[in-house]
């Protein structure tokens, strides 16, 4: 089984510029995924991005992209050129088919 | 539509009452998850399916929870005698069988204990 901590308090951050959001995990199993989803106010549970515990390139896609530090078992986000829109938690899970989720990073983006 | 989809959005229970909350997977996702969520707290696993099996049920929290997915696509979380504790939003994902794909995640039901 997984266990992700995220222990970062709330952030707010200037619209354009880049936020880095901290993840680390604890697992036994070998192979696994990585997970960031958004949860804006509305409630929904947005995928963003995924890392493969095998992958050694970090994963991007679009802004936002994925800080795989293996050995310290650390999996942080790095959101560039931050938008309005980005105003939202964001959930870091993981785990082999049952994933685990942290408590969530709260990001206010202020123009 | 092409989403998962969760009935209903909003449940209003008395203690003691039954609920019965369903969730409708994207078509020809294997895999099936059942979440938790108590308000400012990230998802806590309860349950996993793939297809009709239920692989792994460790997260449901006592004997009073019920999943079940009989044909393999629907599945139904019931809650036999609810308590305040059971309050939370419940959030059903499903995704194609594999670790590295995601999970597409429903709206959630928000279910609240009076």
């Known amino acids: 089984a997984q266990k992700i901590t995220q222990t970062q308090p709330g952030m707010f951050v200037q619209e354009k510029e880049a936020v880095t959001l901290d993840c680390t995990y604890d697992?036994?199993?070998?192979?696994?995924?990585l997970f960031w989803y958004k949860q804006p106010s509305s409630g929904e549970m947005i995928f963003l991005i995924y890392?493969?515990?095998?992958?050694?390139q970090n994963a991007t896609e679009g802004r936002y992209s994925l800080n795989f530090q293996k050995a310290r078992k650390s999996a942080n986000l790095v959101i560039s050129a931050s938008q309005l829109g980005d105003s939202a938690m964001y959930f870091c899970?993981?785990?082999?088919?049952?994933?685990?989720f942290g408590k969530g990073n709260q990001v206010v983006v202020i123009p | 539509g092409a989403g998962v989809s969760q009935s209903p959005r909003y449940k209003v229970a008395k203690r003691g009452q039954d609920v019965a909350l369903r969730c409708d997977p994207i078509?020809?996702?294997?895999?099936l998850f059942w979440y938790q969520q108590a308000l400012g707290q990230g998802p806590e696993f309860l349950t996993y399916f793939q297809n009709e099996a239920q692989l792994d049920k460790s997260g449901l929290p006592s004997d009073r929870f019920f999943a079940e997915r009989p044909e393999g696509s629907v599945s139904t979380l019931k809650i036999q005698r609810t308590q305040q504790e059971d309050s939370a939003v419940y959030l059903c994902?499903?995704?194609?069988?594999?670790?590295?794909?995601?999970?597409?995640f429903g709206q959630g039901t928000r279910l609240t204990v009076v």
């Open positions: 890392q493969g515990s095998y992958d050694e």
């Open positions: 899970g993981g785990g082999n088919n049952r994933l685990a």
């Open positions: 078509s020809g996702h294997v895999s």
């Open positions: 994902a499903s995704s194609l069988v594999g670790r590295d794909t995601e999970a597409f």
């Open positions: 697992t036994s199993d070998q192979s696994y995924g």
